[in-house]
């Protein structure tokens, strides 16, 4: 027995100093990660020689309210914001409705071919977007879609993730039985669908939807891509196109905006953050 | 009394049956066709036409001319396009390595029964990954500007300051870091969940049979956690193969642009093949030794993970 309880110890007993060393790779892991988060915002409420000071400077002050009038001067801030949220917005509806429908008829139909269809569906997260962006880019001025919101929106409209997701959810969330009773009682299958399904789903059809939105508002490439006028870049665009002003760098604008576009998404996390965390590796977790 | 008017209904439904199978499956068809319509049109479709395009000189509005292989000599007799293609390599190779291993740290550590406040770890290591790139990107360039608070800790551990916006290795080294920063935290995360899925009863056994912490993490760890490294290997591999966003950003200040040779990567290449220089049909080329390039890797991935153990991570994919 004693012997069993030394063995039973000795692994997980490191002493003070492993404990020290434990906690040490954690916290310094923890302030790695938040440290730039802090440091935007020392940059963005200091003046511009801030950045490069030596030894950094790592006091916030109080010139945010300049730096940021700055960026009003030099780019369509808000419109840029206003362009990210209606994109986003129309994403995240469309994908929300659509993908839970999908989510759904994986989950509780029976037809054929379903389990290939399924894995189809799953194989095409491995193909990077990047891939096909030139004839994407031709199917866009076809449609004389370039430089349209149309373009990021339409093809964004339906995702394997989302489908994945949600099937997940409802084949655990949604009992048969409900459906069942449902077509017992002689209702149609989207009205069983709208009325019995969606409202057992709601939380796994937000995280959805928060994510979503997150992806959409930090994407970059394709709309840098079809988007060509000013007024129509989104927030991304927006601020790179901050950092590549040419007459010398200024970094206190840059961070003040990039602060300015970066905390609303910080916020919406730490207030769902279990939920975003559980979507956003549910992915590698299930499959 | 009551018996015939039940079993009447159900003697009629048989037939009524089948066209409410039948029924129920075009709904169901309905249901998922919005992705199957939407990918054919802007997933499936461009991978064929980008294959197709690579064959002909196009700049995108007037008409095609099939060169034949023209477009494929043409890119791989480019100096640039092969500094591309090693860049994105080593930026792969630094960035994901270093990466995962880091991850698999942080993981064994927050799972460890000792740890205290692991909610509120979970959320600090996973903030990094709901930033977007050109946020990362831009921050990062900050802290690795020539006077940046990188080089002055360098400065303090007495080594020289590098040129991290313009250097061969400065500059991999710079967007391997903002790579790292974004996903460690996701990947260990991924870990975590892994770990969790391992029963504990496992290691009391080990332990009774005396094994030491590393026999444990090498013999019951490592294997069922086998699966969740292949999945974070193979995203974090594709990703790698993708870089774009960070590069264009971080060398865009200088004006000079994205395909400087520090930094140029295969998306950029093709990025500015196609929309800076108007040659669709050596960008599209482009693509598709990109694909292969992807295909390629993603096999040797699972031709290694089958070959490491080859238990329980065949069998998931």
Redesign the interface.
């Given at each position: 027995m004693s012997t069993l309880g030394v063995f039973r110890k000795k692994p997980d007993d490191m002493g003070l100093l492993g404990k020290i060393g434990f906690y040490f790779i954690l916290i310094l892991g923890a302030l790695v990660s938040v440290f730039p988060f802090y440091w935007m915002f020392v940059v963005a409420s200091n003046d511009k020689g801030a950045v490069f000071h030596v030894p950094p400077l790592l006091t916030l002050g109080d010139q945010f309210i300049d730096n940021f009038k700055r960026v009003l001067e030099k780019s369509d801030f808000f419109q840029a914001i206003g362009n990210s949220l209606f994109v986003s917005s129309m994403v995240t509806i469309s994908v929300v409705f659509f993908c839970t429908l999908a989510g759904y008829a994986f989950a509780k139909y029976e037809f054929p071919f379903k389990n290939i269809l399924f894995y189809f569906v799953i194989a095409t997260l491995f193909v990077p977007q990047q891939l096909g962006v030139l004839p994407t880019y031709v199917i866009m001025a076809k449609l004389h879609w370039i430089d349209s919101f149309k373009a990021l929106i339409v093809p964004a409209m339906v995702n394997a993730f989302g489908i994945f997701w949600m099937r997940q959810y409802i084949s655990t969330a949604v009992h048969t039985e409900l459906i069942e009773a449902g077509r017992i009682d002689g209702g149609g299958h989207f009205r069983i669908f709208w009325n019995i399904a969606i409202p057992v789903i709601t939380p796994a059809m937000a995280t959805l939807g928060i994510l979503n939105f997150m992806t959409v508002w930090n994407d970059f490439f394709w709309p840098l891509v079809v988007l060509k006028s000013r007024e129509h870049y989104t927030i991304q665009i927006a601020l790179q196109q901050l950092f590549t002003t040419r007459d010398g760098i200024d970094y206190g604008m840059i961070m003040s905006a990039t602060f300015t576009a970066t905390l609303p998404l910080l916020v919406v996390f730490l207030l769902f953050s279990r939920w975003v965390i559980a979507g956003l590796t549910s992915g590698a977790i299930k499959s | 009394m009551a018996q015939p008017v039940l079993i009447s209904p159900h003697a009629e439904s048989k037939r009524p049956f089948l066209t409410e199978q039948r029924?129920?499956?075009i709904?169901?068809?309905t249901?998922?066709s919005?992705?199957?319509i939407?990918?054919s049109?802007?997933?499936l479709?461009?991978?064929f036409?980008?294959i197709y395009?690579s064959f002909f000189k196009w700049d995108?509005m007037g008409p095609m001319k099939y060169v034949g292989m023209k477009n494929y000599e043409l890119i791989t007799s480019d100096p640039t396009f092969w500094i591309s293609f090693s860049n994105t390599l080593i930026m792969g190779v630094m960035g994901t390595v270093p990466q995962i291993m880091?991850a698999l740290?942080?993981a064994v550590?927050?799972q460890?029964?000792?740890?205290r406040f692991k909610k509120t770890?979970?959320?600090?290591?996973?903030?990094?990954?709901?930033?977007?790139?050109?946020?990362?990107t831009?921050?990062?360039?900050?802290?690795f500007?020539?006077?940046?608070?990188i080089n002055?800790m360098l400065n303090g551990l007495g080594l020289e300051s590098m040129a991290f916006n313009s250097g061969w290795w400065g500059v991999k080294i710079a967007i391997s870091t903002m790579v790292m920063?974004r996903w460690t935290?996701?990947n260990a995360?991924?870990f975590l969940?892994?770990l969790q899925?391992i029963p504990t009863d496992l290691y009391?056994a080990a332990?009774?049979d005396?094994a030491?912490?590393r026999q444990?993490f090498t013999f019951i760890t490592l294997p069922l956690l086998k699966p969740?490294i292949v999945?974070?290997t193979?995203?974090s591999t594709?990703g790698a193969?993708?870089l774009?966003?960070e590069p264009?950003?971080f060398l865009?200040?200088s004006?000079t642009g994205s395909t400087r040779q520090e930094g140029v990567t295969m998306?950029t290449y093709?990025?500015s093949e196609?929309?800076r220089n108007g040659f669709?049909g050596t960008?599209?080329a482009t693509?598709v030794m990109?694909?292969l390039v992807?295909i390629i890797f993603?096999v040797i991935n699972m031709l290694v993970s089958s070959r490491m153990g080859g238990d329980t991570g065949g069998r998931?994919k």
């Open positions: - | 029924r129920s499956r709904t169901a068809y249901f998922i919005p992705f199957f939407l990918f049109i802007f997933g479709y461009p991978i036409f980008t395009l995108a880091l740290l942080i550590l927050l460890s029964g000792m740890t770890f979970r959320i600090l290591f996973f903030m990094p990954n709901i930033t977007s790139i050109v946020a990362v831009l921050v990062f360039s900050t802290l500007g020539n006077n940046g608070m002055w920063w935290g996701y995360i991924i969940s892994g899925s009391e332990r009774i005396g030491n912490r444990q969740f999945f974070v193979l995203i594709i193969l993708q774009f966003t264009y950003v865009g200040q004006g998306v093709l990025y196609a929309f669709f960008a599209a693509a990109l694909f992807t993603s998931k």
